[in-house]
Structure formats: structure tokens, C-alpha cells
């Protein structure tokens, strides 16, 4: 079936950098959602993007739906710790089934 | 807080039982999904509901059954449980049914566990 390239799988980063994670898919999606994932709790929607090019930010996330309408970038500024978590994109594909990455799991260098 | 609500948070059974997840969504909200998520993995989508109808199914177990009651809320019915259906159980809730463009909304989760 249908599936998003997510990358990277993990990353460790340092306190106050800046980070960037994609995803990219075979075929066209209709939306691009950004979700994160704390341990033992449920995913929370951080941008929701619906036409191509649309670029939004959310405090230090800002996130773009490519414009091929194949891809998305969610980029976190100056990191902090409670950034720590794992980071899932999703998108509505042309039969508006909602496809899910693997994640990226964010991790700080101690 | 997301809206969407879980019970119970946590469940220890013992293999061959039977348990219900039940799931509250978001006020407004037609559509309920159920997911599954292993040990570090990703999500895995079971079912789809909208307004009280199957809408999608992904991969769901023959053992593992759901419905939408009319008052929206749903209820996942896992059934001869095995160790590996340890996981954790998330319902989402959106807006929409087709063309649903509708950002989904995940409650917290019922982390079972079969021993």
C-alpha cells in the first residue's frame, strides 16, 4: 500500500539547534500533517498544511507543504528539551486516506 | 487536551481473555479511528468509524472487532488475546468522512498488556 518516507529515523541534537526532519511519498497528497508523540501519550497535531507551497509556522516549528505536493519539511529552531519526543508526518493521499511516516525520533545529546 | 477521551489508561489481562477499549471523541466530531502502536513503532491503523458506519479498515485482526454507538462514542473488542497483542490503543476523532481533510485528534491511549 501507499507510504511516506519519513527521515531521518532519529536524531541526536544539541540544545539549541536547529533541526529538520521530511517526508516524501510516491504519489500526490492532498494535506500534510505534522504530529508529536511524547512517551506513554497520544500523538498531538502541530501544523496541518493543505495546499502546496503553504508554508506555517507554529512558535519555533515551521513546517511546507512542497510544492510538487509529494513532500513536506517540518524544521524546529533553537531546540530545547522538551523537544525530546518522536515526530510523525501524515498526509491524505488522492483517496484521502490518511498515510502515516515511521517517525523521527528526536533525542538530546546529554 | 485533545478532546478525546480513553478508558481505562492501562489494562492487564492474561492471554485468551477478552477486553473493550472504549473511546469518547472530540465534541462534534463524526468520525473515530483506532490505532495500534507496539513497543517503538509506528501507528497502525485498525478502523475507521463515521456516524456510527464502518468507514476504512486497515489492519485489523479477525480477533479485534469495533463499533459506534449513537452517541458516537466506539468501543474496540480485542478477543483471545495473545502476547502479542501487548500495545498501545489510540482513538482519534475528526470532522470529516470523505474528502476528510480533517486533521485527526488522538486521546491518550489504553496501554494493554497480556500476560
Known amino acids: 500500500g501507499q507510504q511516506l518516507n519519513q527521515s531521518p529515523q532519529s536524531m541526536f541534537i544539541q540544545e539549541g539547534e536547529d533541526v529538520s526532519m521530511n517526508c516524501t511519498s510516491s504519489s500526490i497528497f492532498n494535506t500534510w500533517l505534522w504530529y508529536k508523540q511524547d512517551p506513554g501519550e497520544g500523538p498531538v497535531l502541530l501544523i496541518a498544511?493543505?495546499?502546496a507551497g503553504e508554508l506555517t509556522s507554529n512558535g519555533r516549528l515551521t513546517a511546507q507543504f512542497g510544492i510538487t505536493r509529494k513532500d513536506s519539511f517540518l524544521n524546529i529552531s533553537a531546540s530545547i528539551p522538551s523537544d525530546v519526543g518522536i515526530y510523525f508526518c501524515a498526509g491524505h493521499d488522492s483517496n484521502y486516506q490518511l498515510i502515516w511516516g515511521a517517525g523521527t525520533k528526536l533525542i538530546i545529546k546529554p | 487536551d485533545s478532546g478525546v477521551t480513553q478508558t481505562p489508561k492501562h489494562l492487564i489481562t492474561a492471554t485468551g481473555q477478552r477486553v473493550t477499549l472504549r473511546c469518547s471523541p472530540r465534541?462534534?466530531?463524526?468520525?473515530v479511528y483506532w490505532y495500534q502502536q507496539s513497543l517503538d513503532q509506528g501507528l497502525q491503523f485498525l478502523i475507521q468509524?463515521?456516524?456510527?458506519?464502518?468507514?476504512a479498515k486497515g489492519n485489523i485482526l479477525e480477533r479485534f472487532s469495533a463499533q459506534q454507538f449513537p452517541d458516537l462514542h466506539s468501543e474496540l473488542n480485542l478477543s483471545s488475546l495473545e502476547l502479542g497483542d501487548s500495545a498501545l490503543y489510540f482513538c482519534?476523532?475528526?470532522?470529516?468522512?470523505?474528502?476528510?481533510?480533517?486533521?485527526?485528534?488522538f486521546g491518550n491511549g489504553t496501554r494493554l498488556t497480556v500476560t
Open positions: 468509524y463515521y456516524n456510527g458506519e464502518e468507514r
Open positions: 465534541s462534534g466530531d463524526l468520525s
Open positions: 498544511l493543505y495546499k
Open positions: 482519534a476523532s475528526s470532522a470529516f468522512r470523505d474528502r476528510g481533510i480533517s486533521p485527526l485528534h
